[in-house]
């Protein structure tokens, strides 16, 4: 049963809806509606909602597998947070407006790790 990873996959839901905010906000005060019109931080927004898009649902679902087949509760928190920090870490990196290439790194490792784990794990559990 999945009983942990929803709270962290709302939590995440939340932090995409911010994203997506703040880029149509920009988008707004810019007055451009397709593409970035060479504003460099709305370059930044949109890379910080879109690279969001395109690594928490596998992560989502790979740590939600996990939990499925019965991986430890701690496990599964620890994960589930190394992918919400990593997420907000990345996406407060890629938005300053002067990045620090620290928060962006670190945000993509914490998320990898978690991919990597759950993957690792998957595959564990259903060898063994």
């Not at 620890?78 to 620090?100: D, P, T």
Request: aromatic share 12%; no cysteine.
């Amino acid at each position: 049963m999945i009983s942990i990873l929803p709270f962290y996959a709302a939590l995440l839901g939340l932090l995409y809806v911010y994203l997506s905010l703040a880029t149509v906000s920009r988008r707004k005060k810019v007055l451009v509606a397709l593409g970035d019109g060479g504003d460099k931080l709305l370059q930044k927004k949109v890379r910080a909602h879109g690279n969001f898009q395109e690594y928490v649902p596998i992560a989502l679902i790979l740590i939600a597998f996990f939990e499925y087949l019965g991986a430890f509760d701690w496990l599964i928190h620890l994960l589930a947070m190394a992918l919400l920090i990593g997420r907000l870490l990345h996406a407060f990196g890629v938005s300053m407006e002067h990045e620090k290439l620290i928060y962006r790194v670190s945000g993509m490792g914490l998320t990898f790790l978690s991919i990597l784990i759950s993957s690792f794990g998957i595959l564990y559990l259903q060898i063994i």
